[in-house]
């Protein structure tokens, strides 16, 4: 089992979210994640990878890993703002360290 971890920005940004279904969708996708079950995954960079939920305007939920067994989601978005998201995604892991 992997311990999910989740940022202040992340948990915004989840809870913010309007559509009920695409809350569900990706709720569903990060319990699948902490069974171990990645599915689809893109690293982009500087350790930090982004978990793509093909539904609506194609969410993305941006995550580091420390270790095996620890994932921290730190922040989400959708395609459109895909480039400012992996670039907080990444400056957000960095102040982790």
């Known amino acids: 089992m992997i311990e999910i971890r989740r940022t202040e920005a ?6 913010g979210l309007r559509d009920d279904r695409a809350r569900d969708r990706i709720a569903a996708r990060i319990a699948r994640v902490a069974s171990g079950l990645l599915g689809d995954v893109k690293p982009v960079g500087e350790g930090v990878s982004e978990l793509r939920i093909d539904y609506g305007p194609g969410y993305r939920v941006y995550f580091t890993q420390r ?4 994932i921290i989601l730190l922040c989400g978005g ?4 895909q480039s400012k998201d992996i670039k907080t995604a990444k400056k957000m892991a960095s102040e982790l360290e």
């Open 10 to 15: 992340f948990t915004n940004w989840f809870d």
């Open 67 to 70: 270790g095996r067994t620890i």
């Open 78 to 81: 959708d395609k459109q703002t």
